[in-house]
């Protein structure tokens, strides 16, 4: 049996890994919990968790709970549910850059790190994987696209691999003429054409700032320079990502888009589990791929430059990223003004190497800072 935390267990990702814990209690056991300020929905959640076993540790990172049911509260409360609870992994489903410090604990605390949040890849990659290495534990890849191509890079070896191709659905705007964009809504970006997720992602995904995260991550993740590290627009989102074989074979990963595959291939690695969840028939099922047309995508092609920049640069592009979207969901941008946030960001001089958690965490709040004062002179 093994004993899981989920971090940010009210969101999209969190309440999926409920449902693969769920579907698998002969296999796992839920052992503790957090959501940041839904209360409400983080007891009705344990409550459903836990039915008929005994209450589980409880976590609101982000508020004060009135319940004494929840034991643990604000990043402190975080920081010690996930040290002084027993599991084996800790799935981080938090949103944002506050999830790093939340990685940061569970492998410090000995736990294996099943990771959907991101941004703790993109911020300190290098620092989390020897911290990882240093503790004998893993960083299971939930993102599917890494999922996908971390079970193949198990397979085939690393040295085999010559690049990725990581698929990207193209988001809400994919097919709009590219005019228009200066006239989008919040709504329109929130309509994505193949995966149900939080809003955050969801905006990112039609500006492609995800992908930018995700060739940042892959990067990290899996050694590779940038020019080993593809985009291909696939509308269906079934291929969920490719590797090329150093003798010029292409693999994919395939099955429908449903998050619950990838949060089960982390938390059953190096095994693998009876699921039917994603199931799919290539025979009724098309395919299509074709080129990222840059120029709709702007975002993406300044994660390639961040890349290549260094760490800092990369910090820096999250953290202006998430001063943009949050301006443009309170409506105070439009969304083709993304760019206008994150290119001057990226001009500045960031650090080449980040020697610790400490200065990460510094160089996030410069860029805010710099991201936030280029929101004011658009605004
Ligand atoms: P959601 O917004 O749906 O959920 C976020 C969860 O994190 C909620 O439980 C929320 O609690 C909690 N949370 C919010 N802010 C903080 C904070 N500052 N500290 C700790 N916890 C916090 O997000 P998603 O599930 O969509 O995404 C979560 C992560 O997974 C992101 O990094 C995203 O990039 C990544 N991801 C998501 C995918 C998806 O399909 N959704 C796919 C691949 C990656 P509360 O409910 O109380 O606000
Ligand atoms: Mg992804």
């Not at 009876?274 to 099922?285: K, N, Q, R, S, Y």
Request: net charge negative.
């Amino acid at each position: 049996m093994k004993r899981i935390i989920v971090i940010g267990a009210t969101g999209s990702i969190g309440t999926q890994t409920l449902d693969v814990l769920h579907r698998h209690k002969d296999r796992f056991t839920l052992t503790g919990m957090s959501a940041h300020t839904n209360e409400s929905s983080l007891l009705q959640t344990a409550a459903n968790a836990t039915k008929s076993g005994n209450p589980i540790p409880l976590c609101l990172s982000g508020a004060v709970p009135s319940d004494d049911r929840i034991q643990y509260f604000g990043t402190d409360g975080l920081d010690r549910l996930i040290r002084e609870t027993e599991a084996d992994i800790v799935v981080n489903a938090a949103a944002g850059a506050a999830g790093l410090e939340p990685s940061i604990a569970a492998l410090e605390s000995g736990k294996d790190l099943a990771l959907a949040n991101k941004e703790s890849i993109v911020m300190a990659g290098r620092i989390v994987l020897d911290l990882a290495k240093g503790n004998g534990r893993r960083v299971l890849p939930v993102d599917s696209e890494h999922a996908a191509i971390f079970s193949m890079v198990e397979r085939f070896g690393k040295n085999n691999i010559k690049e990725v191709l990581l698929t990207a659905s193209g988001g809400a705007f994919r097919d709009l003429p590219i005019e228009s964009l200066s006239k989008v809504s919040l709504a329109d970006a929130l309509s994505h054409p193949t995966w149900s997720m939080g809003a955050k992602i969801t905006v990112d995904s039609a500006s492609m700032a995800n992908k930018g995260l995700e060739v940042i991550e892959a990067a990290r993740l899996f050694g590779l320079a940038s020019r080993e590290i593809k985009v291909v627009i696939h509308p269906e989102s079934r291929v969920h990502s490719f590797i090329r074989t150093r003798d010029g074979s292409l693999y994919a990963q395939v099955s429908k888009p449903d998050m619950r595959l990838p949060i089960l291939t982390a938390l059953a690695w190096p095994q693998m589990l009876d699921e039917d969840v994603a199931d799919l028939d290539p025979a009724f099922f098309p395919m299509s791929f074709r080129p990222v047309d840059y120029g709709r995508y702007p975002l993406l092609t300044l994660a390639y430059d961040a890349l290549d920049s260094g760490e800092g640069a990369t910090v820096a592009y999250n953290a202006a990223n998430e001063v943009a979207v949050e301006a443009f969901m309170d409506g105070r941008l439009r969304f083709i003004d993304l760019e206008r946030i994150l290119a001057p960001t990226l001009e500045k001089a960031w650090p080449v190497m980040l020697a610790d958690i400490t200065e990460v965490i510094e160089v996030d709040k410069a860029a805010r800072i710099v991201a936030a004062r280029k929101v004011q002179e658009i605004e």
